[in-house]
């Protein structure tokens, strides 16, 4: 993964333009047949990476959590107002709505800018978590790297990349039992980090159902 430079004048606008370029990998995983994913491997991501210094989130965020799954489960669309309810969710707000000025991230070195058009940009890129021009993995880490470079909200968007990647998959019946690999600084200029991340996703799917499987026989 090649790290971006110190500043960029917007982030965003560099991921729109690689975002169609990018060289997603092929992927022969199969589909688990399981039942309704557990999302334990979010969970426990969760509530590892913030349970001790923030147990009030950590609780909200697992109750959004269950919304995302249960809105999978549902075969619900990804739409920014379904995420807003998670997020009202994890934050304890009364209203989250898409963000009104640019954004920034990691210290400063990514700036996501704000056009007239940028909600509706952001609306079409999530719907295309379902579209069937990519496999799965590559889906989930688009529709995961679009949440983090757009930026939608004012707050907490990390914890929302995690929750629309769980929807995505969970929405497929996929469930990951392990999140922690994916634990890493993203650029929005990196087409070779996104395609890298989708690898990743397939390996942590195609291992989770192979552990599954095993523990069903066993």
Known sequence: MTPGPAHRDDALADWLRIRPEIRWPRWTGGRP???????DGFREFFTATRGSRDTEGTARVLVALDQALADAAHAR??????????????LH???????????????GR?????????RARFEDCLAGSTR????????????????????????GNARAALLAL??????????????????????????????ELAVLL?????????????????
């Open 132 to 155: 069937p021009d990519l496999p799965l993995p590559s889906r989930a880490a688009r529709t995961y790297l679009d949440v983090l470079f757009f930026h939608p909200f004012e707050d």
């Open 166 to 195: 769980a929807f995505v998959l969970a929405r497929e019946g996929v469930s990951l039992d392990q999140v922690h690999p994916l634990q890493a600084t993203r650029w929005a200029d990196d087409a070779e980090g996104a395609a």
């Open 93 to 107: 707000r009364s209203a989250a709505g898409f963000r009104s000025m640019p954004a920034f991230a990691k210290g």
């Open 33 to 39: 047949a399981s039942g309704a994913p557990s999302g």
């Open 77 to 90: 669309a990804l739409t920014f107002a379904l995420m807003a309810n998670w997020q009202r969710t994890m």
């Open 202 to 218: 397939g390996i942590l799917i195609t291992a989770a159902e192979r552990r599954l499987s095993h523990g069903r026989q066993s």
């Open 110 to 118: 990514e700036r996501y800018g704000l056009a007239p058009g940028t």
